[in-house]
């Protein structure tokens, strides 16, 4: 496709249940990120995959957040056992390359998690 | 580490009016700055960016000017339009203590233009 796309756009869990979080880079990006974005908090970075390495998770706020990237394409974010406070709106963005050159990030539209 | 502040919001402008938004940041080495502007109901959109100090970044008419002496990237715009009505993120990238390029990202500022 053109851009990232995200799935599902919205998703509403009940606490103590597991989701998934699709993302679907630009073709041919070789890094992708995931951040959370919510009123508390702010954009906040959550890791990072680049090509084969091994990801940079330094971002993720507990164990219970869990990141794969197969295929160096398709990323899924797993939240086991949600929380109220997971709930937020969690953006995928992929990047070319690691150059400087190639810095600039593209969005997707988010998925927008609400944990009751 | 690394951080973005700019100035909060919201923003209340009537349309045609000068826009000023305020960032400054704190960072190791010489990362790129951004503006990324979030419409209603959409994802995070690159507005502009500049990589490196005294560089000018610009687009659809807004402007920012990477100020390395005063640690600013601050966003300005001629004649706001009711379709500049948005969240507008400051953000850096590639400071030293950040090999993996993440974003950093300000608090975001809601921009409301009145016709």
């Known amino acids: 496709g053109a851009g990232v796309s995200q799935s599902p756009s919205n998703k509403v869990t009940e606490k103590g249940k597991d989701v998934e979080l699709r993302c679907d880079p630009i073709s041919g990006h070789t890094a992708l990120y995931w951040y959370r974005q919510s009123l508390g908090q702010g954009l906040e970075f959550l890791i990072y995959?680049?090509?084969?390495?091994?990801?940079?998770k330094s971002g993720l706020p507990s164990d219970r957040f869990s990141a794969e990237r197969t295929g160096g394409s398709v990323s899924t974010l797993t939240i086991q056992r949600t929380q109220q406070e997971d709930s937020a709106v969690y953006l995928c963005?992929?990047?070319?390359?690691?150059?400087?050159?190639?810095?600039?990030?593209?969005f997707g539209p988010g998925t927008r998690l609400l944990v009751l | 580490g690394d951080s973005v502040t700019q100035m909060e919001g919201p923003v209340t402008l009537s349309e045609e009016a000068f826009l000023t938004i305020n960032c400054t940041y704190t960072?190791?080495?010489?990362?790129?700055l951004f503006w990324y502007v979030q419409y209603p109901g959409e994802g995070l959109q690159l507005l502009l960016k500049?990589?490196?100090?005294?560089d000018k970044g610009s687009n659809k008419g807004f402007e920012a000017t990477y100020r390395k002496e005063t640690t600013s990237f601050h966003l300005e715009k001629g004649s706001v339009q009711v379709s500049d009505s948005a969240v507008y993120f400051c953000?850096?990238?590639?400071?030293?203590?950040?090999?993996?390029?993440?974003?950093?990202f300000g608090g975001g500022t809601r921009l409301m233009v009145k016709p």
């Open positions: 953000a850096l990238s590639g400071g030293l203590d950040n090999a993996g390029n993440m974003l950093t």
């Open positions: 963005a992929s990047r070319r390359g690691p150059g400087r050159r190639m810095e600039t990030q593209y």
């Open positions: 960072a190791t080495g010489y990362p790129s």
């Open positions: 995959f680049q090509g084969n390495s091994a990801p940079d």
């Open positions: 500049a990589t490196k100090a005294d």
